[in-house]
């Protein structure tokens, strides 16, 4: 608008009706594996189709 302000993601999450966060959580051991990373770009690739953001982070190969 013309003040300058822009839609905040995370405020229009807590008054929608269906609950949705439009994020996806992907903790793995690691993702320097190739078995990993395709994963990951598969449930990224997933998860923009929908209009969603992937959150991912690796546990350095310790079991979570």
């Known amino acids: ?3 300058g302000s822009r839609p905040d993601r995370s405020a229009s999450n807590l008054r929608r009706a269906d609950r949705r966060t439009g994020l996806v959580g ?5 993702v320097g594996t190739e078995f990993s990373s395709a994963l990951l770009r598969a449930i990224t690739d ?3 189709a929908r209009g969603d953001v ?8 310790e079991p979570a």
Do not use: F, W
């Open 54 to 61: 992937v959150l991912a982070a690796s546990t350095d190969e």
């Open 1 to 3: 608008d013309e003040r």
């Open 26 to 30: 992907a903790l793995m051991q690691d």
């Open 46 to 48: 997933v998860a923009h």
